[in-house]
């Protein structure tokens, strides 16, 4: 079964919009993260965003906000204002146990979305 | 401070041929990452390492193998390279947030 779900291959959204993409998990563990890194054209992968499974409050950075759904096993990204330079593909990414002493911190990626940004 | 670094950034093989991705990072990490990434499949796991002298296999190792020389330098080998392993190969270090390298278009004919 798959971890992580993203839903939509491709979204078209038009400049200054906000934009939700969906991300939904799949674990039995109580102690989990999320992720969301963004990959522009250029091919590096950019950390976006997390959210600790225990965190009261949803995750925010700049423009990029996480609304964190535990009981729908939800974790959408949502950016305000879009601009140009926000098309890329965008994944989201789950964190979790076993855990080492040394910080073994394993991910499990979605396949992702590609966001265009239309002017 | 160059984070991780990866070489080469592309290669071409033909299919039996072997060859070694390099990668570095010098933030002091314990924890080092191989994935791979294919169209429509997101990042894959291939093999990990929590820390110096220890290595495992991650979701898809068969194929491959790794080497943690040291705290800084972690390798990836294919020793014959299949037509499969074609992808964009991806170096990861740290553990809460993971830094990665700028990635190894490979390509097996």
């Known amino acids: 079964a798959q971890k992580i779900t993203q839903t939509q291959p491709g979204m078209f959204v038009q400049e200054k919009e906000a934009v939700t993409l969906d991300c939904t998990y799949d674990?039995?563990?109580?102690?989990?993260?999320l992720f969301w890194y963004k990959q522009p054209s250029s091919g590096e992968m950019i950390f976006l965003i997390y959210?600790?499974?225990?965190?009261?409050q949803n995750a925010t950075e700049g423009r990029y906000s996480l609304n964190f759904q535990k009981a729908r096993k939800s974790a959408n990204l949502v950016i305000s204002a879009s601009q140009l330079g926000d098309s890329a593909m965008y994944f989201c990414?789950?964190?979790?146990?076993?855990?080492?002493?040394?910080?073994?911190?394993?991910?499990?990626f979605g396949t992702g979305t590609r966001l265009t940004i239309i002017p | 401070n160059a984070g991780v670094t990866q070489t080469p950034k592309f290669q071409v093989l033909k299919t039996g041929q072997s060859m070694t991705l390099q990668c570095a990072q010098d933030?002091?990490?314990?924890?080092m990452y191989w994935y791979r990434q294919d169209p429509g499949m997101g990042l894959r796991l291939i093999y990990y390492?929590?820390?110096?002298?220890?290595?495992d296999k991650g979701e898809v190792p068969n194929g491959y193998n790794v080497s943690r020389l040291n705290k800084r330098e972690f390798s990836l080998r294919l020793e014959s390279a299949a037509p499969s392993q074609t992808s964009v190969y991806f170096c990861?270090?740290?553990?809460?947030?993971?830094?990665f390298g700028p990635g190894t278009r490979l390509t097996v004919l």
């Open positions: 990861a270090s740290g553990s809460y947030e993971q830094f």
């Open positions: 674990t039995s563990d109580q102690s989990y993260g």
């Open positions: 959210q600790g499974s225990y965190d009261e």
């Open positions: 990414a789950m964190r979790e146990p076993p855990y080492s002493n040394f910080g073994n911190e394993k991910l499990t």
């Open positions: 933030m002091n990490h314990n924890s």
């Open positions: 390492s929590a820390s110096e002298g220890t290595t």
